[in-house]
């Protein structure tokens, strides 16, 4: 198992920054990626970024320029810097890891609010 704890969201200006982390615990070797993901009520929740043990980034389109995902593996901690905020960014970000037994195991944090007011 793999346990996921992120900080660091709140409310912030449009134009304003803000950066998210996610500590990881537990089955950390079992991790080949990690990600995030928001929500926003009455959606489905949507991809945002994610970066491989390779080191390989993938954004949503949504986010490219604005957003960077960024890893610490000595500290199993993850990253998503997120600059020039706009309205429609708000949402609660979910961390995610992915791997386990399987390789395919989604793990997720417990959410963290970021509202951006216009």
């Known amino acids: 198992q793999v346990q996921l704890v992120e900080s660091g969201g709140g409310l912030v200006q449009a134009g304003g920054s803000l950066r998210l982390s996610c500590a990881a615990s537990?089955?950390?070797?079992?991790?080949?990626?990690m990600g995030w993901y928001r929500q926003v009520p009455g959606k489905q929740r949507e991809f945002v970024a994610r970066i491989t043990n390779g080191g390989s980034l993938k954004y949503a389109d949504s986010v490219k320029g604005r957003f960077t995902i960024s890893r610490d593996n000595a500290k199993s901690t993850e990253y998503l810097q997120m600059n020039s905020l706009k309205p429609e960014d708000t949402a609660v970000y979910y961390c995610n890891a992915r791997g386990g037994q399987t390789g395919l195991d989604d793990y997720w944090g417990q959410g963290t609010q970021v509202t951006v007011s216009s």
């Open positions: 537990g089955s950390i070797f079992s991790i080949n990626a």
